[in-house]
């Protein structure tokens, strides 16, 4: 058998990453077909650098050698089964990971492995990879295997070992012992309630201690940055088994992503490289810089979020489809106007409710000075009825002036006749203010205005988390932003904070609301990073 042993990194780092591995066998052949078979073969490391083959980005067909970023997350792997990976564009980890668990397919019977994939289109692609790696394998050994494929069609491999390979968008019926979800930051942002499903459905569908990878490029505030949140710092060793070990790939480490063009920095961009060497404490090289100035010409801004150094430059880039983040962050949170404690006990306070969908629930405190709106307090709950968010108010211990509900909160429930205004009352809530009803992007336009006078305190997380992610709807099939808002669990309090708004504008002039309407009526279409 004729073998050719390749290896992208020393023996030195090879061993540094699996310790006690046994290396000798990734520098030289086979001695013996007996060898081969006792040594070779059974090594799961060697078979993924000397059996496999991929289409690379020059669209032709090579052997597939693990770069550093694959070797690195498979060795973390082997650490802790969930991985939680952040990368740079182009590192090679979806292709790693479903060459990686084609070949738990093979050599290991009776395996259910799922790849999770954004859209169809992207599970029509990850079917095509598994097809190549499966067609371009040596078949002497799928002989010795007894191995071949008894079920092929658009999203399923079935292999006569009793192993499968699923490529689907979710898996809630499923039962799985691999799964590897692929750009969940986009699913998030295009997909949300796809994205609650692979929560609630997908990773109930595999027992903890098996291998389950979820990767993507950053894609703004949404579930995939709590999740990295929650991961980073920590120690694998620390980790329970339905924790995620978190892992950064920066473009920094990507052998590819050097230049040899020379470009000629601007003030900011040496600046830029000084500030990222004296943090990461590494020096930048000429061709690196010359590489990163090109993707920026190419790029401008979403560089940081396509090809981060760092977790905070994977997580800075503004969201396209944002209706208030570029604005939230310039107008409150560079303002210093996030604070704890924001409460004073000389201003009245006023509760504004948000029944939503499905029983989602917000409230809002708030306190008014002069211009300034502050919110000082929020909660969100759901499948409660109104006795508990009533019973809420009362256990704060500042007293209640006035409770804005939305223009539906009179309509009469056909089970009890009575409306939701009616039922506040007779828990004991008299200064009931009912808001009329108003266009969503009218709405939006006063929350806009008003940004230039709100504070929130830091308590405050989910309203916090709803300026920065309330966006517009995803077209996914022509990809463009729609003009109407994404309902999902950030709309609920983005909802809240129009009320707030709408009861600030009351005194506004019809000249003024005029001119609002009219300003919302320009916008639709218009990214949330503009300033009226």
Not at 199 to 221: F, H, M, Y
Not at 251 to 271: A, H, M
Request: charged letters at 25%; aromatic letters at 10%.
């Amino acid at each position: 058998m004729n073998i050719t042993n390749k290896m992208s990194v020393s023996k030195a780092e090879l061993e540094r990453l699996f310790p006690g591995c046994d290396s000798s066998i990734f520098f030289r052949d086979p001695t013996s077909d007996v060898e081969f078979m006792e040594r070779f073969l059974p090594n799961k490391l060697w078979r993924m650098n000397n059996l496999y083959t991929i289409v690379n980005k020059f669209g032709e067909r090579v052997p597939f050698v693990m770069n550093r970023s694959q070797l690195r997350v498979y060795s973390a792997s082997l650490e802790h089964p969930r991985l939680l990976i952040l990368k740079s564009r182009q590192q090679g980890i979806s292709t790693f990971w479903l060459l990686c668990f084609l070949d738990d397919g093979m050599f290991i019977d009776d395996l259910s492995i799922g790849l999770m994939a954004q859209g169809k289109d992207e599970a029509g692609t990850l079917l095509t990879r598994a097809k190549l790696g499966w067609n371009t394998f040596n078949g002497d050994i799928k002989k010795f295997l007894s191995l071949s494929i008894n079920k092929d069609n658009s999203d399923e491999i079935g292999l006569t070992n009793g192993s499968t390979i699923f490529i689907r968008t979710s898996f809630r019926s499923a039962t799985l012992q691999r799964l590897h979800i692929s750009e969940y930051g986009k699913i998030c942002n295009k997909f949300p309630e796809r994205a609650k499903e692979t929560k609630t459905g997908t990773l109930q569908a595999i027992a903890p201690g098996n291998p389950t990878i979820i990767e993507s490029t950053a894609e703004g505030i949404n579930d995939f940055k709590r999740m990295w949140d929650a991961t980073e710092g920590r120690d694998p060793k620390s980790l329970g088994p339905k924790e995620f070990y978190g892992i950064f790939l920066s473009w920094l480490d990507d052998p590819d992503c050097v230049s040899d063009t020379d470009r000629i920095p601007t003030l900011d961009q040496q600046k830029y490289f000084a500030d990222l060497e004296a943090q990461l404490k590494r020096k930048i090289s000429r061709q690196q810089r010359n590489f990163w100035i090109d993707q920026y010409q190419e790029l401008g801004e979403a560089t940081f979020q396509e090809y981060p150094a760092t977790p905070e430059e994977a997580f800075k880039a503004i969201r396209d489809g944002s209706f208030y983040d570029a604005l939230y962050k310039r107008k409150v949170l560079a303002r210093n106007r996030r604070l704890p404690k924001l409460y004073d006990e000389n201003l009245p306070v006023e509760v504004f409710m948000d029944l939503g969908m499905n029983d989602d629930f917000v409230m809002g405190y708030v306190q008014i000075f002069g211009k300034e709106v502050r919110l000082i307090n929020e909660y969100v709950n759901s499948g409660e009825g109104l006795e508990h968010y009533v019973n809420h108010m009362n256990a704060q211990s500042y007293p209640i002036a006035k409770v804005y509900g939305p223009h539906d909160i009179e309509v009469r429930e056909l089970s009890t006749g009575k409306s939701r205004k009616a039922r506040l009352r007779e828990l004991g809530v008299r200064n009931v203010v009912t808001l009329p009803r108003m266009p969503v992007q009218t709405g939006i336009e006063l929350v806009r205005a008003m940004l230039d006078n709100f504070w929130i305190d830091s308590q405050c997380t989910y309203i916090h988390d709803c300026f920065q992610n309330y966006s517009k709807e995803w077209d996914a099939k022509l990809e463009v932003w729609k003009d109407k808002p994404l309902h999902n669990e950030w709309s609920h309090g983005a909802d809240m904070v129009r009320m707030i708004a709408l009861s600030r504008s009351a005194g506004l002039t019809k000249q003024k609301q005029e001119r609002l309407k009219n300003r919302a009526n320009a916008a639709v279409g218009i990214a949330g990073g503009i300033a009226f």
